[in-house]
């Protein structure tokens, strides 16, 4: 009997000796693995859009171009007055449309646009658009949803993640 109390506890000793000590695990940053997959996504809408923009334009037969931000653009008009500079206030007329063709705002129901150059919170399409024209000038634009209206939209006419398309005439630089 004595045999059996000394037979377990080499046993418990034996088993109590081979309990793995855990080694902290390295931390995990969750918040930047969550940043990078959001880039990822962020990537492929951008690459999305400009395929979706590609094929209007080419299903349209417009002469447009992405610029290096992925804007759009086609002069329909250069105009013959200057180009507007950093902080200058501008005064335009346009037309804003989605890509199906409804009219969502118009300087004809709404009246003249004026805003500052780089100094203002119209989108940046717009304000980007506008620095291509000449006063006098008009120019059709196609502005993808990260250089216009994002993920929610404007709440009102246009919708989260639209794509686009004004008309603008550069009327006057103040």
């Known amino acids: 009997m004595r045999y059996h109390y000394l037979i377990l506890l080499v046993l418990s000793l034996f088993f109590s000796s081979c ?13 930047k693995d969550y940043s990078q997959r959001l880039i990822e996504i962020n990537r492929y809408l ?19 171009h992405p ?20 902080g200058d206030e501008v005064v335009i007329d346009y037309r804003v449309e989605l890509l199906n063709g409804k009219i969502c705002y118009s300087s004809d129901s709404l009246g003249e646009m004026s805003f500052k150059i780089n100094h203002s919170n119209v989108i940046r399409g717009v304000n980007d658009g506008v620095q291509k024209l ?3 000038g008009k120019g059709r634009f196609i ?32």
Do not use: H
């Open 46 to 64: 951008v690459k999305k859009d400009q395929e979706i923009i590609a094929e209007f334009v080419k299903r349209k037969g417009w002469n447009m």
């Open 143 to 174: 502005i993808p949803p990260y250089l216009g209206y994002g993920l929610l939209g404007d709440q009102k006419c246009i919708p989260p993640r639209a794509i686009i398309l004004y008309y603008i005439t550069l009327k006057s630089i103040k």
């Open 19 to 31: 309990i793995k000590v855990n080694k902290p695990r390295p931390v995990r940053d969750k918040y």
């Open 67 to 86: 610029d290096s931000t992925g804007l759009w653009y086609e002069i329909l008009d250069q105009g013959t007055g200057s180009y507007p500079k950093d």
């Open 134 to 136: 000449r006063v006098g």
